[in-house]
């Protein structure tokens, strides 16, 4: 990830998050997504695609997605290569923290999680069929 610092003081704000919803998880997805490059691990831009596609399109919480997380580890792992995009959608970790704690951040968040995941579009057929394939 480009600015840890960034990233741990959003962190330090979503784990300390009174909310059940474990909000921690859709930023974990979000930057990993954004941030991926060609270093990044296969495994670990798919199970972060995988979440911002729960949340997104499934409305998963952030607990839900870690479950199935835990679940799709247990299976067997294809992942098939495909290119990244070159825009990686058009909010950013800095925009998130410009919000007022509260219910302002908390709505970034989910606008920045709906932002990257549309900026993969062109990668949704694979993780859709990665996760309806794991059943």
Partial sequence: MQDQA???ELALYTLAHPSPRFIHQHVVDAC?????????KWITLYFALVGLFLFVEKHYTGKQIQNEHIRLSNCPKEFIPFPLPLFRGH???????????GAERDQAIDDWCDSVWQAY?????????????SY
């Fill in 6 to 8: 960034l990233y741990h």
């Fill in 121 to 133: 579009g062109a990668a949704r057929y694979l993780i859709v069929e990665y996760v309806d394939n």
């Fill in 91 to 101: 909010i950013t970790i800095q925009d998130v923290l410009a919000q007022d704690p």
């Fill in 32 to 40: 990993s997504a954004q941030q991926a490059d060609e270093h990044t």
